[in-house]
Nanobody, 126 residues
Framework: QVQLVESGGGLVQTGDSLRLSCAAS????????MGWFRQAPGKEREFVAS????????NYSDSMKGRFTISRDNAKNTLYLQMNSLKPEDTAVYSC???????????????????WGQGTQVTVSS
């Protein structure tokens, strides 16, 4: 079965860094664009970053560009999100997702994604 399993979340202090991982199985990882989304309590799901099949194209939310870096290792079927200079407002459940879009290599819209992980909690204390 298709699985996307996030890991690497936790409790950190303002200014700290975390690296999230998303392990994919049950589908051809290298055929899909991949994305990270987050959802904080009481807020809608928000786009974080995305990356094309080969990794040559990346997209970021404006508020996270410069702090977060998305990457992938197709040989390991793994997606990553490096998060630096974390702020309390980054506190959320972070989920990875896979897209089969042939038009947009690294989609920003949630409705372009087919498979979703359950998420990993990131908490940033002030």
């Amino acid at each position: 079965q298709v699985q996307l399993v996030e890991s690497g979340g936790g409790l950190v202090q303002t200014g700290d860094s975390l690296r999230l991982s998303c392990a994919a199985s049950g589908f051809t990882f290298s055929s899909c664009g991949m994305g990270w989304f987050r959802q904080a309590p009481g807020k809608e799901r928000e786009f974080v970053a995305s990356i094309s099949r080969s990794g040559d194209t990346t997209n970021y939310s404006d508020s996270m560009k410069g702090r977060f870096t998305i990457s992938r290792d197709n040989a390991k079927n793994t997606l990553y999100l490096q998060m630096n200079s974390l702020k309390p407002e980054d506190t959320a459940v972070y989920s990875c997702a896979a897209s089969y879009s042939r038009v947009v290599p690294a989609p920003r819209q949630a409705n372009q994604y087919t498979y979703w992980g359950q998420g990993t909690q990131v908490t940033v204390s002030s």
